[in-house]
């Protein structure tokens, strides 16, 4: 495409030097080489080489994007999770609730389950519950397991699997997720070694 755009402009400027010195049909070979016009046909290469100079520039720099695009490492899916009872009891509730009210259950996955097991331990250090980095949680679920959309519920200090999923259910906002338009989910509950408290973390994809 650069190349048919460069000769055309190239026709242009050859039209336009012809028109501008009255030279007519007949004459215009010697006129190329006559003394008169020699500056203007120097003029005329050295803008034709600016011209392909700009446009190689262009066209490398291009492919230099791609490769460095192709040359990214992939992100790692985690394939191997192991799930405490706690773990099974939660997931095992959420798909009781949907089935229940007439959803589809969800497929457990555990490289989700590990994102949400990396949280709990975040807040377990931090000593504090929240939906910290979610954005990078479900930017790397969207791109390791080709999700379209990804939420988040978490909780904390809830001794029981029965009383985290009262209280998810009783707040709009958590039962939304529980009953959202997912396809698989993961699920992490961790014990803080110092205090005994439990943190929950509860991922939801569509896939």
Request: contains cysteine; charged residues 25%.
């Amino acid at each position: 495409m650069y190349l048919i755009d460069f000769i055309w402009y190239l026709i242009d400027i050859l039209i336009t030097f012809i028109l501008a010195n009255n030279i007519s049909k007949n004459n215009f070979v010697s006129y190329c080489f006559s003394m008169k016009s020699v500056d203007v046909m120097k003029r005329i290469f050295r803008i034709s080489l600016f011209i392909s100079t700009v446009l190689l520039a262009i066209s490398c720099s291009s492919d230099s994007n791609e490769v460095s695009e192709e040359e990214k490492p992939s992100e790692e899916l985690i394939a191997d999770y192991s799930y405490n009872e706690s773990e099974t009891e939660v997931m095992q509730l959420v798909n009781k609730h949907r089935k229940n009210i007439g959803l589809k259950e969800l497929i457990k996955v555990n490289h989700i389950s590990f994102k949400s097991e990396e949280h709990c331990n975040y807040m377990i250090a931090n000593k504090k519950i929240s939906h910290d980095n979610f954005i990078a949680r479900s930017e790397n679920i969207m791109s390791v397991m080709n999700a379209i959309t990804v939420g988040e519920n978490v909780a904390y200090n809830y001794k029981t699997s029965d009383a985290v999923m009262i209280a998810w259910l009783a707040s709009k906002d958590h039962k939304k997720n529980i009953e959202g338009d997912y396809t698989h989910f993961g699920i992490a509950v961790k014990i803080d070694a110092e205090n005994g408290r439990k943190y929950y973390t509860n991922i939801f994809a569509k896939i």
